[in-house]
């Protein structure tokens, strides 16, 4: 039996983004309740990687996605917003000042306005064609997330992939996995040019093998036991890497669901939004985050900090219709109830 809950504002999207507007619509006494698909706060950071250091949040010079996510439930602990999470919202009626969500639990909120920061959306991992993929992925010998280094301690490791990701965990797992070995389809990796520069490094070096230009080709093992992973080059020779653990990591695959069929401006499956307001083109509708576009967007998570803090302005007027709302910096009113 879903719950009926009325609100100010409904955040769709509980990651960094969704939490820093709880802390927003909070300053302005506005309140919300947070809807996530995922049974825990934090988005990506969560569930994807929770001990991989972010570097570009102003004033930490680095700091793990757990953390941050931590840091940002400690910010909007004075507010206590709702919560309904394990929640996919499937259904938005109404208008401006009257909507009402439905979720695929029976839930219904009546808010006044609603912030999508879904991030990439309803995510899941763009899975490799291997025979026999799910048997290894049942047992955790294939994995797209990493949530504890410590669970590759001593495990021969192969990573797959040319992105950041990929990059990134093969530089983090060293000193910890018995070994690692790299397959990208060519020498050049799509990941920062920093980071892709200290795994060329670490690979002079022997912490870290390259396997190029190979691509994968299949999984060796019983049981769910992973012994080998098979390999082909551009020529379709073979070859096997001694493996416990294969992480590939090939992107997300990014779907909206439900929101898809809101009726919301849409650019290649990310919501068009006005730049000074982040509202959608559907009035009271406001996306922010990975999730929203428009001329000079950048995909950072500073980025959607500041877009909360501007949905969260516009959307004051449609709370409070009768209330000047003046500005004020938060060192002068402090936080409210605090």
């Avoid at 769910?224 to 990591?249: C, H, I, S, Y």
Wanted: with cysteine; charged share 20%.
């Amino acid at each position: 039996m879903g719950q009926v809950i009325e609100t100010d504002v409904a955040v769709v999207g509980a990651g960094p983004v969704g939490l820093f507007a709880a802390f927003e619509l909070g300053m302005l006494k506005l309140r919300c309740v947070l809807v996530d698909a995922l049974g825990e706060v934090g988005g990506q950071c969560t569930a994807l990687y929770p001990e991989k250091p972010i570097y570009d949040i102003p004033a930490h010079p680095a700091i793990e996605a757990a953390d941050l996510v931590a840091k940002l439930e400690e910010q909007i602990a004075p507010f206590a917003p709702g919560r309904l999470l394990g929640r996919r919202v499937e259904t938005l009626s109404g208008a401006r000042g009257a909507f009402v969500l439905g979720t695929d639990q029976g839930d219904e909120i009546r808010c006044k306005a609603v912030i999508v920061a879904a991030g990439a959306g309803a995510f899941g991992p763009n899975r490799p064609p291997l025979a026999g993929l799910e048997g290894f992925e049942a047992s955790g010998a294939v994995q797209y997330y990493v949530k504890r280094r410590e669970d590759l301690r001593g495990k021969r490791v192969v990573i797959a992939g040319g992105g950041d990701s990929a990059v990134d965990w093969a530089l983090a797992l060293r000193g910890v996995a018995a070994s690692i070995q790299v397959v990208h389809r060519r020498a050049k990796f799509r990941a920062a040019p920093e980071t892709a520069g200290q795994l060329d490094a670490a690979a002079a070096r022997g912490e870290v093998e390259m396997v190029i230009p190979y691509q994968l080709h299949g999984l060796h093992g019983a049981g769910g036991v992973l012994e080998a992973v098979e390999v082909a080059d551009l020529d379709g020779n073979t070859k096997r890497l001694a493996a416990d653990v294969l992480l590939p990591f090939f992107g997300l695959s990014m779907d909206l669901g439900a929101i898809a069929g809101w009726g919301l401006g849409l650019e290649r499956n990310h919501v068009v939004v006005a730049p000074a307001t982040c509202e959608t083109d559907v009035a009271g509708v406001f996306a922010i985050g990975d999730v929203a576009t428009y001329p000079g967007k950048l995909k950072l998570i500073l980025q959607g900090f500041s877009e909360a803090a501007m949905a969260a302005h516009a959307i004051h007027p449609i709370v409070f219709p009768e209330t000047a709302l003046h500005f004020e910096y938060s060192t002068t009113k402090g936080v409210p109830g605090g």
